[in-house]
């Protein structure tokens, strides 16, 4: 750190020429002694302050290259070639999963419908109609296409499944690995089951496909009951969604 420290000692040099420079015109003026040592101190002062705002941005751009060789490939700082990202899974997307969705789409009809009042008849007819209006709304707003991370708990049938259409459940996967939510039942293409079927609890698969919310308006259920199925979003409102798979790998 030669480098930063040389300016320093260079401008202490300069300030103190220019001040034994600007003494002589002063004292041939005549000026009183003491008026010239309140200058002469005053000017000693700022150029203290100089040099200690010189210092702390020295400490500074010597702390910043320290952190810069600990974390920028030195051989203690884990950012060397060889190093390899750690995987984050990040704040959960709406469809990043089946439960993921169902989060957004309760805390998306809590912020629209769920705060209206149905107190007497009127408002309750009222509600109604904004909960349809809603679900109506959010299926079209909730949907898009998707790249999940997933393991198969079980194929109906079991591994000897034909390649006919069958039930899949399978645990959706964050990036990490961790599992989102419970695991799920969903029809897939008979082209897929066979391979499925045979890595089921063992090899994580990568599904492709298009996901969307298909929420459902039921005038009946105001309240979420004993037994939450469908899932219950709000009064009058169950959670449901779509899932057109296009394809299935392995993930490697």
């Keep these: 750190m030669t480098t930063i ?9 300069v ?21 010239r040592l309140k200058e002469v101190e005053e000017q000693l002062r700022q150029m203290e302050n100089r040099l200690k705002d010189l210092a702390r941005e020295n400490d500074r751009l010597r702390k910043e290259n320290t952190d810069l060789k600990a974390g920028g490939g030195g051989s203690g ?30 805390k998306n009809f809590e912020e629209k419908v769920a705060s209206l009042p149905r107190e007497t008849k009127p408002e309750q007819v009222k509600f109604a109609g904004a909960a349809k209006k809603w679900a109506a709304d959010a299926t079209r ?27 899949v459940t399978f645990q959706v996967l964050d990036l990490t690995g961790k599992p989102v939510g419970d695991p799920v039942t969903q029809p897939i293409p008979g082209r897929f089951i066979k391979e499925l079927g045979e890595g ?27 037994t939450d ?19 299935i790998v392995e993930e490697k």
């Design 5 to 13: 420290r040389r300016p320093l000692a260079r401008l202490a040099l």
């Design 15 to 35: 300030l103190i020429a220019s001040l034994a420079a600007t003494g002589t015109p002063a004292l041939a003026q005549g000026k009183p002694c003491e008026q």
């Design 77 to 106: 700082g884990g950012g060397g070639k060889d190093s390899k990202p750690k995987k984050d899974a990040g704040p959960a997307q709406p469809l990043s999963s089946p439960d993921a969705l169902f989060q957004a789409l309760v």
């Design 141 to 167: 707003e909730f949907r898009g296409p998707v790249e999940w991370l997933i393991q198969v708990v079980k194929v109906d049938g079991g591994p000897g499944a034909s390649a006919r259409p069958a039930d």
């Design 200 to 226: 089921a609890g063992k090899r994580t698969f990568k599904l492709s496909g298009t996901f969307g919310a298909k929420p459902t308006h039921n005038p009946r259920r105001a309240e979420k009951g004993a």
């Design 229 to 247: 199925e469908p899932r219950f979003i709000g009064p009058f409102t169950e959670f449901g969604y779509d899932l057109a798979v296009q394809n």
